[in-house]
């Protein structure tokens, strides 16, 4: 069992950078693939990166592809998702997930879910 909490959401001005945190307790998470979706309003939860439990494979959605960074501190239970140029349209709820596999995208293979954190970026 894997406990998911984010933080790090915010209002930022298009250009800006945030970085959102994602506190995880459990006795698996240093084994358990973690990934962050986001949703936003009137739209499904889509997958935007993912990282495989020792840190060395990592997933973008091109989306977010060179603008975004996943990394996690397995020490810390910690992952974190670094966000750079900001656009209005990567406004979202943003979520942690974590699995206990391998490292993957689609969002129905995560069996660990947070409460979200907001992310709204202004033009």
């Known amino acids: 069992q894997v406990q998911l909490v984010e933080s790090g959401g915010g209002l930022v001005q298009a250009g800006g950078s945030l970085r959102l945190s994602c506190a995880a307790s459990g006795r698996t998470f240093s084994n358990s693939a973690m990934g962050w979706f986001r949703q936003a309003p009137g739209k499904e939860r889509v997958f935007v990166a993912a990282i495989s439990w020792s840190g060395r494979t990592t997933y973008y959605a091109d989306s977010v592809k060179g603008r975004f960074t996943i990394s996690r501190d397995n020490a810390e239970n910690t992952v974190y998702l670094q966000m750079n140029g900001l656009k209005p349209e990567d406004t979202a709820v943003y979520y942690c997930?974590?699995?206990?596999?391998?490292?993957?995208?689609?969002?129905?293979?995560?069996?660990?879910w947070g409460q979200g954190t907001q992310v709204t970026v202004s033009s």
């Open positions: 997930a974590a699995r206990s596999s391998g490292i993957a995208t689609p969002k129905n293979q995560y069996d660990y």
